[in-house]
C-alpha cells in the first residue's frame, strides 16, 4: 500500500469493490500493521447481498476480533494498545475445527477465545471489500492501518514474523521483554500558547512545529491551513480551545491547546486608586498525548525495566504486563534527545482504563503493572537532567514491610516505612536549573502508599514541566514528620495538578518548606485544578473508625516559595487541630532555615472551589523566618464556597478567613460565601499593616466577634489596618441580630436570605466548576471512610 491509511472513526472507509482475487478464499491468512485509537471494522468482505462474509474488528476492549465465511469466531488473547503500531495476523485452514484458526499479535500466536463455524461453506464473491468499516455505513474504525496482506494459504509461525519483518525488526533483548520497531515514522507534533491564561482584551501567541508532516490545519477556536511550523497571535474574547491536525505519510496527530481569559476588573475604592490582581500562570504543562515514532518494548512479567528503560530511546513506548510487579528503585536516566521526543511507559492493559481526562480508582489497578519499592527508598527517581518520561496506567507503591521506624497499631503489628515513592529531582544534587529533570508526566496513575506504611511523600516535583494528572495519590501519612502527597522544593516548574484524588496527613500539597538550592529558584506557573484534596477522618482520634496510630496533621494546601499559582474547581474536605490549628490553606512565603531570603508567595488565584470541614478556612500569614525581601501580595480569593467551619469533629481557630504581617500587599477578597453552623470566633481576622486591600461583596457568618484584630473588634478596625487602596464594601453577614454598619454591610439571619441579596459566590458556577472534582468524572462512590 506504500502509505498509512488514516481513519477518523466517524465516516471514512475505502471500498474496494470485489476484486475475484479474494473470492472464496479457504484458507486464508491477513497481516497487517494497525494503530487504532476507535474500535471498529478493520476489514470486512461483506454487504447486503452476501450469502457468506468475513470480518477483522478492532474491539472496546482492545481485543482484535475475527468471523470467519463458515461462521467461526476468533478473539486475541490481549488486548492491543491505542496510539502504538501494533503488527496483526490472522490465519485459518479452511475448516470449522476449533485448531484451524489462530491470531498472532506482534508475531506471538495470542490465539484467544474460538468458537468452531457452524456453517457449510458458502460464497463471498458478491461481497465487496472495506477497509474501515463493516458495509460502508457503519462500525466505522478510528486510527491507521499499513502493510495489509491477504493470502490465500495458511501462514505459518515463521512466515507471519517474516511478514512482520518486511516492516519492521523484532528482537528480546532479554527474558520477558520486546523489542519491535515499525519503519513507518508517525508525524509529531508540539502546540502550545504562551501565556496560557490572560486578560479580556489581551493577546496570546500559538507556536507549533510538526514533523514527518505535509501540512497542518486548524480548528476550534481558528481555523485554516497552516504550515506544518510556525507561530500566530490570538485575541479570544472568551476562554477559547484550539486546536491542530498535522498529516503526513505516516498517518496525523492533533493536539489542543485552551487560553483562560479573564475579564479585567479595577477596584474603584474610597481612598482613590486601585488594585492590580495577580498574573496568572504564564506558562502550562502540555499533557497531551504524544505520538510516538519508535520502537515498542513489551516487558512482561519477569523482564527487567530498568534494562528496558536504559536500552530505549526517545519516541520508544515501553508496554508494562498488567498485574506483573516491577521492583524498584527505577532510575530514569538522561538520554541524548534533540528533537524533544518523549519515552511512555504504560499499561499493556490501557485499553481498559478509563479514558484521558478521567481519575483512575484504587479499582482500576487490576490493569496496571505494579512498581514497588522494598525498602525505605523512592521507587522511581529522575536522574539529574532526565526529561520526556510519560508514566500511564501503572500503580506505584511499597512492600509494607515492617520498619523499626514505624509506628506499632493497636493490634500490635509493625507499619512499614518509606521516604517516598517517585522523586522527580533531588535537592542538593540539582544546583543548577540545567540540572532540574523536565517534562515528565504521570497520567491515570495509582501513588499509594500501604495503610500501615509511614510514607513521607507520593510525589516530590523537583523539576520544570512536570503534572500529576488523572490520578489517585493516596496514603501519605507520618507520625512527628511532614507528609504530602504532591510536594515541591527544588523545583522551577511550571507544575500541572489536575482531575487528582489527593490525601495526606501533613500538607496535602505544598511548595516550599526547605530552602532551595538553586540561587532565586521560586515555584512558579502551578496549576492546581478539578482535585479533590482529602485527608480521612480515620486519621482523627476519637472517631468511630480511628485508625489507632496519631499521624501529624496540618493542612490541606500550604505555601512557602511559590508565585504564579492557579487554584480553581477543587474540593478541599477535612482538616482538623493536632499539630496545626485545622486551616484548610495557609498562603505565605518562608526562609525556613535562612537560606532563601528571595522566598515568596505571590501572584495567586483561588477561585470557584469548595473548602468544607475544617477548624479555619483561609489564612495569609505573614513571611517565617528572618531576611526575606518581601512579604506576600497579589493574591485573589474570588467565587469560593468555605462552608462547615468549625463544627465537630472539625475543630481548630475558628476563624474564617485571616490576614496577617506587615507589608503583605494588594489583596483580593470578593464574592466568597462562607457559612456554618460551627463556633466561629471571627469571619475576618486581619493583622498589622496590609497595603491595598478589598473585601467586597461576600457573604459572611459573623461569629462571635465578626471583624477582628487584637485589641478591637467590628468594622471600624477595618482602616486601621489597612494603607494604601481600601475597597470594603457590598458585604452580607449572617449574623442573629443586626447592628449598624458605616460600610453599607446587610446583616440577615440566614443563608437564605443572604444569598437572596446577590452577593457571595455564585453557587452554580462553583458547582458546575468542581462537578468531576469528587468523582474525577466517572461514576465512583468513595468508600465508608471517605465519606463526608
Known amino acids: 500500500m506504500g502509505e498509512a491509511l488514516l481513519f477518523d472513526g466517524a465516516d471514512d472507509y475505502v471500498s474496494l469493490d470485489s476484486p ?68 496483526v495476523a490472522y490465519t485459518w485452514d479452511g475448516t470449522n475445527a476449533v485448531s484451524g484458526t489462530k491470531v498472532y499479535i506482534n508475531g506471538q500466536d495470542q490465539t484467544g477465545l474460538v468458537t468452531a463455524g457452524a456453517n457449510s461453506a458458502a460464497s463471498d464473491a458478491s461481497c465487496n471489500v472495506y477497509l474501515g468499516s463493516r458495509v460502508g455505513t457503519s462500525d466505522f474504525f478510528g486510527g491507521s492501518l499499513d502493510e495489509l496482506h491477504i493470502y490465500g494459504a495458511t501462514l505459518s509461525s515463521g512466515e507471519v514474523s517474516q511478514d512482520m519483518n518486511n516492516l519492521a525488526t523484532s528482537s528480546t533483548s532479554s527474558a520477558g521483554t520486546t523489542t519491535t520497531t515499525p519503519s513507518n515514522p508517525a508525524p509529531t507534533l508540539s502546540f502550545s500558547a504562551s501565556p496560557v491564561s490572560i486578560l479580556s482584551g489581551g493577546a496570546t501567541t500559538l507556536s507549533w512545529s510538526a514533523s514527518n508532516a505535509d501540512g497542518c490545519s486548524a480548528s476550534g477556536g481558528w481555523s485554516g491551513n497552516l504550515s506544518i511550523s510556525g507561530s500566530q497571535s490570538v485575541s479570544p474574547a472568551q476562554s477559547t480551545t484550539y486546536a491542530l491536525s498535522c498529516s503526513g505519510a505516516g498517518g496525523s496527530v492533533s493536539k489542543s491547546t485552551t487560553v483562560s481569559v479573564s475579564a479585567p476588573v479595577t477596584q474603584v475604592t474610597s481612598s482613590s486608586g486601585s488594585i492590580s490582581l495577580p498574573t496568572l500562570p504564564q506558562v502550562s504543562v502540555d499533557t497531551s498525548m504524544p505520538t510516538q515514532t519508535g520502537q515498542t518494548i513489551t516487558v512482561n512479567a519477569g523482564g527487567n525495566l530498568q534494562t528496558a528503560i536504559d536500552n530505549a530511546q526517545p519516541g520508544d513506548t515501553i508496554v508494562l504486563q498488567a498485574g506483573a510487579t516491577f521492583t524498584g528503585k527505577i532510575t530514569l536516566p538522561l538520554k541524548s534527545n534533540p528533537n524533544n521526543k518523549w519515552i511512555v511507559i504504560k499499561s499493556s492493559q490501557e485499553s481498559q482504563l478509563p479514558p484521558p481526562g478521567v481519575r483512575v480508582q484504587p479499582g482500576n489497578s487490576v490493569n496496571m503493572p ?73 497520567d491515570r496513575s495509582y501513588i499509594h502508599a500501604q495503610p500501615k506504611t509511614s510514607s513521607r511523600r507520593g510525589v516530590v516535583f523537583n523539576g520544570a514541566h512536570q503534572a500529576v494528572i488523572d490520578s489517585y495519590v493516596s496514603d501519605f501519612k507520618e507520625v512527628g514528620a511532614d507528609s504530602q502527597a504532591i510536594a515541591g522544593f527544588n523545583g522551577s516548574g511550571p507544575f500541572k495538578i489536575v482531575n487528582n484524588y489527593l490525601e495526606a496527613a501533613g500538607e496535602n500539597i505544598m511548595f516550599g518548606g526547605s530552602d532551595p538550592s538553586i540561587s532565586n529558584l521560586v515555584a512558579s506557573d502551578i496549576e492546581i485544578r478539578g482535585n479533590y484534596v482529602f485527608k480521612p477522618v480515620s486519621w482523627k482520634t476519637g472517631t468511630s473508625n480511628y485508625v489507632g496510630v496519631q499521624w501529624t496533621i496540618k493542612n490541606l494546601l500550604e505555601t512557602k516559595n511559590a508565585s504564579r499559582m492557579l487554584v480553581e474547581g477543587n474540593v478541599f474536605e477535612n482538616s482538623w487541630a493536632q499539630a496545626q490549628t485545622g486551616w484548610a490553606m495557609i498562603l505565605r512565603n518562608a526562609n525556613q532555615t535562612g537560606g532563601c531570603t528571595w522566598c515568596i508567595g505571590s501572584h495567586f488565584t483561588l477561585r470557584n472551589n469548595i473548602i468544607r470541614n475544617v477548624g479555619a478556612g483561609i489564612n495569609i500569614g505573614t513571611s517565617q523566618g528572618t531576611g526575606t525581601t518581601a512579604e506576600p501580595h497579589h493574591m485573589l480569593i474570588e467565587n469560593n464556597i468555605l462552608e462547615n467551619i468549625a463544627v465537630s469533629p472539625f475543630i481548630g481557630d475558628n476563624r474564617g478567613i485571616q490576614v496577617l504581617g506587615n507589608g503583605i500587599a494588594d489583596i483580593v477578597i470578593r464574592k466568597n460565601t462562607l457559612y456554618t453552623t460551627g463556633s466561629l470566633t471571627a469571619g475576618l481576622l486581619m493583622e498589622a ?100
Request: charged content about 10%.
Open 370 to 442: 505494579k512498581i514497588v519499592t522494598t525498602n525505605s527508598d523512592y521507587a522511581i527517581q529522575a536522574a539529574q537532567s532526565a526529561s520526556y518520561y510519560r508514566f500511564i496506567g501503572v500503580e506505584v507503591t511499597d512492600n509494607g514491610a515492617p520498619s523499626q521506624y514505624a509506628p506499632t497499631f493497636p493490634d500490635g503489628t509493625k507499619g512499614s516505612y518509606n521516604y517516598g515513592l517517585i522523586e522527580l529531582g533531588r535537592a542538593g544534587r540539582d544546583t543548577q536549573l540545567t540540572h532540574l529533570p523536565h517534562h515528565i508526566i504521570f
Open 689 to 788: 499593616t496590609i497595603n491595598n486591600f478589598e473585601y467586597a461583596d461576600n457573604i459572611n457568618t459573623w461569629g462571635q466577634y465578626g471583624v477582628v484584630k487584637s485589641g478591637g473588634t467590628g468594622e471600624s478596625i477595618i482602616p486601621t489596618v489597612v494603607s494604601g487602596v481600601l475597597n470594603y464594601s457590598g458585604n452580607v453577614y449572617i449574623k442573629p441580630t443586626s447592628i449598624s454598619s458605616s460600610y453599607g454591610s446587610i446583616f440577615v439571619s440566614t443563608l437564605s436570605a443572604a444569598e437572596a441579596t446577590g452577593k457571595g459566590a455564585n453557587r452554580a458556577q462553583v458547582n458546575q466548576a468542581t462537578q468531576y472534582a469528587i468523582s474525577g468524572g466517572g461514576t465512583y462512590t468513595p468508600p465508608l471512610q471517605l465519606l463526608r
Open 20 to 87: 475475484t482475487t479474494l473470492d472464496d478464499l479457504s484458507p486464508m491468512s491477513i497481516a497487517f500493521w494497525v494503530n487504532p485509537t476507535k474500535a471498529g471494522y478493520i476489514i470486512s468482505k461483506r454487504d447486503a447481498s452476501c450469502s457468506g462474509y468475513w470480518r477483522i474488528a478492532f474491539y472496546a476492549n482492545g481485543k482484535v476480533g475475527i468471523l470467519n465465511v463458515k461462521g467461526a469466531t476468533t478473539e486475541s488473547a490481549v488486548s492491543i494498545p491505542t496510539g502504538v503500531w501494533t503488527h
